[in-house]
């Protein structure tokens, strides 16, 4: 056995703790040559034009190759080093190399075409013919049928593309990492919560300072804003983080080139495969079938939120004028002014509910919730991790059997990438001799705990927690056996975020918060009083939250729904006249919203961005189902929407059939119709007109 933890059996568990830099080259290299030879040989029109002959050994070499990368990724993500990322980016680019390699390749695309014409492909399962069908329409949206210059340009663009998202992701990083604000007087700090003061000293004292050092890691840069009394200093907080990565901040981190030559890169790519601009030729993997459909799509539910968002607007600006003396409402005196309208009109500050969901009893609730539900069990085993912070949980059936395995790494830190996400290391597969299980990663950036005591979440990052749960069960809980209809391989990305927004709904209810709370002091669960004021405040500001994510959206698919590349000027224009059609409230000329979007330029959500609401429609209407058993069984002896029946029944068409099928076709098998919008409007409090 290789003595290079990379290289372990796809069935191991992969010893993280062992891995060092020095092991991904030599791994890509070993896996790179492997995998080409399976290429070829799966590639010879010798071979019967059978799925045992062609597919099943392909994917069984190369699922070796992608769980190693999707471990250096990883790792690149969470515990990024200068040895680390120097690996990382010696390796990007053979691996793009390679994949870019199979895509044009005309001899396995032939065969693939062998196999879709064999007699016996009708009798294959259903699950297996869309993998070939899929494959296919990859193969064609991968270049296969270019030939000459375009072929060896459509090459390069993608060698260029990976390195240039890495980059942006990189300066993204580096440039929050960078960034320290050291406060040694006291009386500048006040509002802000003990325990977020607590980490600020904790982290001046690692840097050999005294006083408190502040960052733009969420964990700190929000409560500020939401709490610090001193408007200089949420200014400058505010300044810091929506200048990151641009040349209005630390100008060695300016993603302005990159943005620019990314939006060429991805023009270019989308000409040379035929295609009119880069969202036309991504949306030839989604839902939505055109640029215009998302627009009009995105501007429909705008002019429903917009009225909505102009109350949220007003009353703030009133609240702001008449209770705290601020007749001109700054950008950074947004959250501020929205946290002390909170507490006056709900009577409850974010902070106060915090104190109760600590992360071991989150936990814990959310591993009740998902048994309840999907008849899983969650249990914490012990686990080889890439960091402290990281820890390992073994998902079974009740009889114990193993069904995946779950790593959390909740804690915001250096060399960590910002936000929350999920991602699989290895995907479910059945052959004939063994059944292999879904390792899968589930990242966050919550605080960590200080001064002896658990971590604290605020009820919006129970929400994240639950959110990015429910991707991770999306793989966790599939039985699709063949990896190429695993959910994150061929699920429509605009479908990706029904089951996590799905799972948001189960941090409103009741029972379910019972489940989840447990005050850090005392341990007594939330009480119902302050419960009934966290629901009641549950569409706080909705219109404003709603409008600024079509905002998002729809900047994102006109930027992509252009011939050409564009320069960074006319990027931050497109940004201004979207803000002027959708926006109550625009930040100032110097912001660089885009800079830090990593989203769009490292995340795969160019000309997808429109993915949250669409899916939103989505989740909204599949919680309905829920509710509807609730009120059937006179709210389930207790359980409100906990229905084991119906959450049995959304296992079973939803997570369990990944991408085996049009996800259209899964909600539709789910819900025994087409979606509707009514359920996501009732539930933004958007049912009815604004008050007047």
């Not at 699922?63 to 990883?74: I, P, Q």
């Not at 016996?120 to 990859?138: E, G, K």
């Not at 605020?458 to 190429?484: M, N, R």
């Not at 296992?651 to 098998?669: C, D, T």
Request: net charge negative.
């Amino acid at each position: 056995m290789s003595s290079n933890p990379l290289l372990a059996p796809v069935q191991d568990l992969v010893d993280y703790a062992a891995i060092q830099p020095a092991h991904v080259v030599p791994a890509v290299e070993e896996l790179l040559v492997v995998a080409r030879a399976a290429v070829e040989k799966a590639a010879d029109p010798a071979l019967p034009a059978t799925w045992e002959a062609v597919v099943e050994p392909l994917e069984a070499t190369s699922e070796r190759l992608w769980r190693a990368w999707s471990v250096a990724g990883h790792l690149n993500a969470v515990v990024n080093t200068p040895e680390l990322r120097e690996a990382y980016n010696a390796a990007l680019p053979k691996v793009t190399e390679y994949s870019t390699w199979v895509g044009l390749h005309e001899g396995l695309y032939k065969q693939y075409q062998r196999l879709r014409a064999a007699p016996a492909f009708d009798s294959w399962t259903p699950v297996r013919r869309r993998i070939i069908d899929l494959a296919l329409r990859d193969f064609r949206l991968g270049g296969v049928e270019l030939q000459g210059e375009a072929r060896e340009r459509y090459a390069e663009i993608s060698d260029r593309e990976a390195q240039v998202s890495q980059k942006f992701s990189e300066n993204v990083l580096d440039a929050i990492d960078a960034w320290g604000l050291v406060i040694e007087d006291e009386s500048r700090l006040a509002g802000i919560p003990a325990d977020v003061l607590d980490a600020a000293r904790e982290s001046a004292q690692a840097d050999g300072k005294t006083g408190w050092k502040l960052s733009l890691k969420m964990p700190c840069y929000l409560p500020v804003m939401q709490y610090a009394r001193d408007r200089g200093l949420r200014e400058t907080l505010y300044r810091a983080y929506g200048t990151v990565a641009s040349e209005q901040g630390d100008v060695r981190y300016d993603n302005s080139p990159l943005i620019e030559e990314l939006l060429g890169l991805r023009a270019e790519e989308a000409r040379l495969l035929g295609y009119g601009n880069f969202a036309e030729l991504r949306l030839q993997t989604r839902m939505a079938r055109s640029a215009t459909q998302v627009a009009e799509f995105l501007r429909d539910l705008a002019g429903r939120a917009r009225p909505y968002a102009q109350q949220d607007l007003a009353q703030l600006r009133e609240f702001a004028a008449t209770e705290l003396g601020l007749a001109d409402v700054q950008p950074w005196d947004l959250p501020y002014a929205s946290e002390r309208l909170r507490e006056t009109r709900y009577a409850y500050s974010e902070d106060e509910i915090k104190q109760y969901f600590t992360e071991p009893r989150v936990l814990s609730g959310l591993f009740d919730v998902i048994q309840t539900l999907f008849n899983v069990r969650l249990r914490e085993t012990p686990v080889s991790a890439w960091h402290a912070d990281a820890r390992g949980v073994r998902v079974e059936r009740p009889d114990g059997t193993l069904i995946g395995h779950l790593y959390l790494d909740l804690y915001a830190r250096a060399g960590k990438q910002g936000g929350a996400w999920v991602d699989s290391e290895r995907n479910r597969r059945l052959t004939a001799a063994t059944l292999q299980t879904p390792v899968v990663y589930l990242t966050c950036n919550f605080s960590r705990p200080n001064g002896g005591k658990a971590a604290l979440l605020t009820h919006d990052d129970v929400i994240t927690l639950f959110h990015e749960t429910g991707h991770a069960l999306h793989a966790l809980l599939s039985e699709v056996d063949e990896p190429g209809a695993s959910a994150f391989a061929s699920v429509e990305w605009d479908a990706i975020e029904l089951p996590s927004q799905f799972m948001e709904n189960f941090c409103w209810e009741w029972a379910v918060v019972q489940q989840l709370s447990a005050h850090v002091d005392t341990g007594e669960p939330l009480p119902r009083a302050l419960y009934d004021k966290l629901l009641a405040a549950r569409n706080y500001q909705s219109g404003m939250q709603t409008v600024r994510q079509i905002e998002f959206a729809l900047f994102d698919m006109l930027l992509h729904d252009k011939a050409q590349g564009v320069p960074i000027a006319d990027v931050l224009a497109l940004l201004q006249t979207v803000r002027d059609e959708i926006a109550v409230f625009s930040p100032p000329a110097w912001h660089r919203m885009p800079h830090s979007f990593s989203h769009l330029f490292a995340g795969g959500y160019g000309a997808g961005y429109y993915s949250y609401k669409w899916a939103e429609v989505l989740s909204a209407d599949a919680y309905e189902a829920f509710e509807e058993a609730a009120r059937a069984n006179g709210q389930g002896a207790g359980l409100g929407t906990l229905d084991p029946a119906t959450g049995d029944r959304f296992r079973r068409e939803i997570l369990a059939v990944g991408g085996a099928r049009p996800a259209a076709e899964s909600f539709k098998a789910f819900r025994g119709r087409e979606p509707r919008i009514d359920a996501l409007l009732r539930h933004s409090g958007m049912a009815t007109a604004p008050a007047a």
